[in-house]
């Protein structure tokens, strides 16, 4: 199984990135997809959740109308579009698949399999 995040970079506030995960080694487009992030000192923290056909979506409050995930079940990649970044974005971003179904958690523990992280940094 992997994983493999990228898009992470350095963004002025305000500004925008578009995350990748490329993913391989389980049927992608019959699971769960996530994307959580950990800001230095910090614990992991869903940012949001997409069901196998892309219907269903959750978002944290904190993100709610600047960030979108996505999903290209033909070439098993899953993306989170970022608008409007702001400091505390700063942050490793993680593509993650849930062990369950509409799980929106914050505990490592509920995620069986992670990329290896972009890192997302935003500053000016």
């Known amino acids: 199984v992997q994983l493999q995040a990228s898009g992470g970079g350095l963004v002025q506030p305000g500004g925008s990135l578009r995350l990748s995960c490329v993913v391989s080694?389980?049927?992608?487009?019959?699971?769960?997809m996530s994307w959580v992030r950990q800001a230095p000192g910090k614990g992991i923290e869903f940012i949001a959740t997409?069901?196998?056909?892309?219907?269903?979506?959750y978002y944290t409050d904190s993100v709610k109308g600047r960030f979108t995930i996505s999903r290209d079940n033909t070439k098993y990649i899953l993306h989170l579009s970022m608008d409007s970044l702001k400091p505390e974005d700063t942050a490793l971003y993680y593509c993650?698949?849930?062990?369950?179904?509409?799980?929106?958690?914050?505990?490592?523990?509920?995620?069986?399999?992670w990329g290896q992280g972009t890192q997302v940094t935003v500053s000016s």
């Open positions: 080694g389980f049927p992608f487009e019959n699971n769960w």
């Open positions: 993650a698949r849930p062990k369950k179904a509409y799980s929106r958690s914050n505990s490592r523990s509920d995620y069986d399999f």
């Open positions: 997409i069901d196998a056909l892309g219907d269903i979506i």
